[in-house]
């Protein structure tokens, strides 16, 4: 049974930083590149920052590219996402999916206040 764990978020201000983990089980992790998408109310899920299965490269949205930095352990078949300098427009869900695949965790929450 494919499980997927975000945690790490949570109320931050403007210009902060979060550290997001999400911790995968029930599938082979080291084969997948690992998305992370996020998602506000009344829109949909959004890209945000993609990883390869080893972990040698790494894409962005235009929207995060400088701020958030992502990476993997495929020891503990985890994925990270650093996230600095956040902004207001950063504010929603966070979720990690394995590309390809439509298994998602709960999300993780994220506010960035003003």
């Known amino acids: 049974q494919v499980q997927l764990v975000e945690s790490g978020g949570g109320l931050v201000q403007t210009g902060g930083s979060l550290r997001f983990s999400c911790a995968a089980s029930?599938?082979?992790?080291?084969?997948?590149?690992m998305n992370w998408y996020r998602q506000t109310p009344g829109k949909e899920r959004e890209w945000v920052a993609a990883?390869?299965?080893?972990?040698?490269?790494?894409n962005y949205a235009d929207s995060v590219k400088g701020r958030f930095t992502n990476s993997r352990d495929n020891y503990r078949n985890t994925v990270y996402l650093q996230m600095n300098s956040l902004k207001p427009a950063d504010t929603a869900v966070y979720y990690c999916?394995?590309?390809?695949?439509?298994?998602w965790g709960q999300g993780t929450q994220v506010t960035v206040s003003s």
């Open positions: 999916n394995p590309w390809g695949t439509d298994y």
């Open positions: 029930g599938f082979t992790f080291s084969s997948y590149v």
């Open positions: 990883i390869t299965s080893v972990g040698d490269s790494t």
